[in-house]
């Protein structure tokens, strides 16, 4: 899939990982369970817009302990001590409330929706719509399903527009966006074949 992306002109900016922090077992005996899944971020130009503050977490209280009495190697880039070129100013840390987020993604795998067999948790995009749009901007989902990006896009006030081919799975996404947002979808049908 990546290497058709690039042929088609996009480029591949950053991988995520969804960690499911309470993974189901797998359906085969000889399989581990299945715990993560791989997120690809895709983008047409080196320059994007993304809101890296929108998805800040907080600090943590080991900040607390560990910045209170620091050392002189902590107030300077301290290179790592096993070589690997890594180092770290760890004063650089003083007086900051949130940081940066990494780029796994722990949620759980609840799901309101149990009619659709690839569904995930309402968070997920959400994460990915306040780091990527604005209030405003257009999402797109080309892959529409369940509607469950479309319902996080429209709580966030975003608009948002879903590509679904499977008639079950686009009436089910009509009614749980209208069910879950309180907002009538206009629908447009376009039925086409494909050759």
Known sequence: MILE???????WTEEYIWHKKNCHPGKWPNRFRDSWERLLQFNKNRE????????MVPMGSWIKTRLKNLSETDK???????????????????????????NVLTLATETSNKQHSAVFPKGLPAWF??????????????????????IAATELDRNSIGIEINKDYYNLAIKNINNCTKQPVYEKTQLSRVK
């Not at 992306?5 to 480029?11: A, F, N, T």
């Not at 990527?132 to 892959?143: I, Q, Y």
Request: net charge positive; proline share 3%.
């Open 5 to 11: 992306m690039r042929k088609q002109g996009w480029l």
């Open 129 to 150: 719509i306040k780091l990527f749009t604005k209030t405003g901007d257009v999402v797109l989902d080309p892959f529409l399903g369940s509607g469950t990006t479309s």
């Open 48 to 55: 994007f817009s993304m809101y890296q503050e929108n998805v």
């Open 76 to 102: 300077k880039r301290d290179n790592s001590r096993v070589g690997s070129g890594f180092g770290k100013n760890i004063s650089n840390w003083l007086g900051r409330e949130m940081a940066y987020p990494t």
